[in-house]
């Protein structure tokens, strides 16, 4: 087996490989074919990352030791910390939906910090630890579902919905959970997983013959040759499962599509929060929320809660409907524009979770016995399901797909204009 280092470079998307060129300081290498970034240099990262990490699991401490923020009402008080929302949820049996709260606004942004601490302790001593390898694969996996970031959107949405009916009282959590979501955001710019790499283990090509065609490893990127992977498919360098395209890609796509579409009805039918005001009850699902939002006067908010909770979901559900037939039945369009609305959709998706947010802050916050009360209906947890489908459909899809439908497609345009 040959086993050596040599600069190459696949990109994610679209699978081409190239001869990897110098990149300057802070310059970026992009896919010729798909655009995607395939490579960015920054200088110096390791201090950068190491300040930022300790600095993030100290206000990480801190966003849990302090409130959040209060609510102040007819002289009552109640004030909500990081997992304030967790616990309003596990209080009325709704684990599951407490569940996806805690994965994504704790459990993972967590792993994240001291994973990376791990890391950098070890790269520091100059020793290879246990397990860096499985570490560097759970930061690659988890990065979409650590949703620190979208909380804080949902805090301000939330706050500003509560503005009109009582005094909002911020906590000094506040001020360092804003802190620790640009730490993470930073974080994740700065992060070289390629130099990581490249010191546990500085061999980054595995074959039996010179002229085999080689396939990229997903997660730490060495480039394993086709021949060697008849024998074995999983990578020498890091120990994972590599294929040509992912497993019954198109299949688990479509499965996941379809169940999102369905949970989608019963969220936008059923209430997604149920609201008493001085013994008065009243409901509001998705749409009629936004409605509320836009004739009290806060047209920004509502514009906000209306793309992430209507607009996106089904923008989704629409591209990837139409990637999916575009890779499976028949292909037609720029394979160029396709990767880009795939690269865009598996962003925004994410953020659909604005709305889940928004409740469970406002169930933590709003429970003043029969003055006010707020609960959680029962479209939350089927939006959130929506939420998390997409997010796996977007996953499951192999957007090397499209490149060969697309070669596919002028394999066969070329033999008919032959003929």
């Given at each position: 087996?040959?086993?050596?280092?040599?600069?190459?470079?696949?990109?994610?998307?679209?699978?081409?490989?190239?001869?990897?060129?110098?990149?300057?300081?802070?310059?970026?290498?992009?896919?010729?074919?798909?655009?995607?970034?395939?490579?960015?240099?920054?200088?110096?990262?390791?201090?950068?990352?190491?300040?930022?990490?300790?600095?993030?699991?100290?206000?990480?401490?801190?966003?849990?030791?302090?409130?959040?923020?209060?609510?102040?009402?007819a002289g009552q008080v109640q004030n909500s910390n990081l997992i304030g929302g967790v616990q309003a949820l596990i209080h009325r049996k709704e684990f599951l939906l407490a569940?996806?709260?805690?994965?994504?606004?704790?459990?993972?942004?967590?792993?994240?910090?001291?994973?990376?601490?791990?890391?950098?302790?070890?790269?520091?001593?100059?020793?290879?630890?246990?397990?860096?390898?499985?570490?560097?694969?759970?930061?690659?996996?988890?990065?979409?579902?650590?949703?620190?970031?979208?909380?804080?959107?949902g805090l301000a949405v939330a706050s500003l919905k509560l503005g009109n009916f009582a005094e909002i009282v911020l906590g000094p959590g506040i001020y360092a959970f804003t802190?620790?979501?640009?730490?993470?955001?930073?974080?994740?710019?700065?992060?070289?997983?390629?130099?990581?790499?490249?010191?546990?283990?500085?061999?980054?090509?595995?074959?039996?013959?010179?002229?085999?065609?080689?396939?990229?490893?997903?997660?730490?990127?060495?480039?394993?040759?086709?021949?060697?992977?008849?024998?074995?498919?999983?990578?020498?360098?890091?120990?994972?499962?590599?294929?040509?395209?992912?497993?019954?890609?198109?299949?688990?796509?479509?499965?996941?599509?379809?169940?999102?579409?369905?949970?989608?009805?019963?969220?936008?039918?059923?209430?997604?929060?149920?609201?008493?005001?001085?013994?008065?009850?009243?409901?509001?699902?998705?749409?009629?929320?936004?409605?509320?939002?836009?004739?009290?006067?806060?047209?920004?908010?509502?514009?906000?809660?209306?793309?992430?909770?209507?607009?996106?979901?089904?923008?989704?559900?629409?591209?990837?409907?139409?990637?999916?037939?575009?890779?499976?039945?028949?292909?037609?369009?720029?394979?160029?524009?396709?990767?880009?609305?795939?690269?865009?959709?598996?962003?925004?998706?994410?953020?659909?979770?604005?709305?889940?947010?928004?409740?469970?802050?406002?169930?933590?916050?709003?429970?003043?016995?029969?003055?006010?009360?707020?609960?959680?209906?029962?479209?939350?947890?089927?939006?959130?399901?929506?939420?998390?489908?997409?997010?796996?459909?977007?996953?499951?899809?192999?957007?090397?797909?499209?490149?060969?439908?697309?070669?596919?497609?002028?394999?066969?345009?070329?033999?008919?204009?032959?003929k």
């Amino acid at each position: 087996m040959i086993s050596t280092h040599r600069d190459l470079i696949s990109c994610r998307d679209c699978g081409h490989l190239y001869d990897l060129p110098h990149v300057g300081e802070n310059q970026q290498l992009d896919c010729k074919f798909c655009s995607h970034v395939m490579l960015t240099h920054r200088p110096d990262w390791e201090h950068k990352v190491s300040a930022l990490t300790l600095a993030g699991i100290i206000l990480f401490v801190l966003a849990n030791i302090f409130p959040f923020i209060g609510l102040e009402t007819a002289g009552q008080v109640q004030n909500s910390n990081l997992i304030g929302g967790v616990q309003a949820l596990i209080h009325r049996k709704e684990f599951l939906l407490a569940s996806i709260v805690f994965i994504t606004i704790f459990l993972f942004p967590l792993l994240e910090l001291l994973g990376v601490l791990y890391i950098l302790i070890s790269r520091f001593m100059g020793t290879r630890a246990p397990f860096i390898g499985k570490i560097i694969h759970m930061l690659h996996i988890s990065k979409p579902w650590g949703m620190l970031e979208i909380f804080l959107v949902g805090l301000a949405v939330a706050s500003l919905k509560l503005g009109n009916f009582a005094e909002i009282v911020l906590g000094p959590g506040i001020y360092a959970f804003t802190g620790l979501v640009l730490i993470l955001i930073a974080n994740n710019i700065y992060l070289s997983r390629e130099d990581i790499w490249d010191w546990l283990k500085h061999e980054n090509y595995y074959s039996k013959d010179e002229d085999d065609q080689v396939i990229a490893c997903e997660c730490c990127e060495a480039h394993i040759g086709i021949s060697l992977l008849e024998v074995n498919n999983q990578c020498p360098r890091c120990g994972t499962h590599i294929h040509m395209h992912l497993p019954h890609s198109i299949q688990k796509t479509a499965a996941l599509l379809i169940a999102a579409a369905l949970l989608y009805i019963p969220s936008n039918l059923l209430p997604i929060m149920t609201t008493t005001n001085l013994g008065r009850e009243s409901t509001d699902t998705l749409f009629s929320g936004v409605m509320h939002l836009i004739q009290s006067g806060d047209l920004p908010i509502a514009m906000v809660v209306f793309f992430a909770s209507i607009v996106v979901p089904i923008a989704k559900l629409i591209i990837m409907s139409y990637l999916l037939w575009n890779v499976s039945i028949k292909f037609s369009g720029d394979p160029k524009q396709m990767a880009r609305l795939y690269r865009i959709t598996e962003f925004v998706g994410r953020w659909s979770m604005i709305d889940v947010f928004v409740v469970t802050t406002l169930v933590a916050l709003v429970q003043f016995g029969l003055l006010a009360n707020i609960e959680p209906g029962g479209a939350l947890l089927c939006f959130a399901g929506v939420v998390v489908l997409t997010m796996l459909a977007a996953e499951t899809f192999d957007p090397k797909l499209i490149w060969h439908a697309y070669e596919k497609s002028e394999e066969k345009s070329n033999r008919y204009q032959n003929k």
